[in-house]
T-cell receptor, first 112, second 114 residues
Framework: KQEVTQIPAALSVPEGENLVLNCSFTDSAIYNLQWFRQDPGKGLTSLLLIQSSQREQTSGRLNASLDKSSGRSTLYIAASQPGDSATYLCAVYGGSQGNLIFGKGTKLSVKP | SQTIHQWPATLVQPVGSPLSLECTVEGTSNPNLYWYRQAAGRGLQLLFYSVGIGQISSEVPQNLSASRPQDRQFILSSKKLLLSDSGFYLC?????????????FGPGTRLTVL
């Protein structure tokens, strides 16, 4: 059974810092991995999707990497801003269609 | 562009009452549709998904049911709510016929069962 773990559960950094969020998964037989952002009381916003054949994806100040063999992914946020404060969720896709398995998220707080 | 709507945004219901949450998608055809629940302190859990009208797959046994009466409409229902049904319910869609495509989420419905 696929399990997704995100460390740390919460993170507080000063504005301008570069930071890394971690995601690990137990079953490496995945199709892709997605990173989402969730603001309090809101739905999820897709940030990046990495296919199983890819090593990384970049969007603006965000860079996500995938090491499928070791069951790890990282989300790198450069020059963090207070507007980046949110919960970041990692999810892996494997098995039957629609079966997206989520981690519990990392709650990020960027202090001005 | 595609948009996804959910209503109501918030709902407070007594135990034993019925439930109907609605999700609609605009700007796309034949989407795959999903219902997730996010309970306090727990990750998102997939409840149901649908690849077409009238086609519903359930991921976990529960007190809820889902229906897809139209191509871009997905409904989550219950005949009698339980306290454990409280949570944040999210609807999502992805491109139909494409496995492992990006999923796009709606704004969610906060359900409190008292």
């Amino acid at each position: 059974k696929q399990e997704v773990t995100q460390i740390p559960a919460a993170l507080s950094v000063p504005e301008g810092e570069n930071l890394v969020l971690n995601c690990s998964f137990t079953d490496s037989a995945i199709y892709n991995l997605q990173w989402f952002r969730q603001d309090p009381g809101k739905g999820l916003t897709s940030l990046l999707l990495i296919q199983s054949s890819q090593r990384e994806q970049t969007s603006g100040r965000l860079n996500a990497s995938l090491d499928k063999s070791s069951g790890r992914s990282t989300l790198y946020i450069a020059a963090s801003q207070p507007g980046d404060s949110a919960t970041y969720l990692c999810a892996v896709y494997g098995g039957s269609q629609g079966n997206l398995i989520f981690g519990k998220g990392t709650k990020l707080s960027v202090k001005p | 562009s595609q948009t996804i709507h959910q209503w109501p945004a918030t709902l407070v219901q007594p135990v034993g009452s019925p439930l109907s949450l609605e999700c609609t998608v605009e700007g796309t055809s034949n989407p795959n549709l999903y219902w997730y629940r996010q309970a306090a302190g727990r990750g998102l859990q997939l409840l149901f998904y649908s690849v077409g009208i009238g086609q519903i797959s359930s991921e976990v046994p529960q007190n809820l049911s889902a229906s897809r009466p139209q191509d871009r409409q997905f409904i989550l229902s219950s005949k009698k709510l339980l306290l454990s049904d409280s949570g944040f319910y999210l609807c999502a869609w992805s491109g139909g016929g494409v496995l492992a495509d990006t999923q796009y989420f709606g704004p969610g419905t906060r359900l409190t069962v008292l």
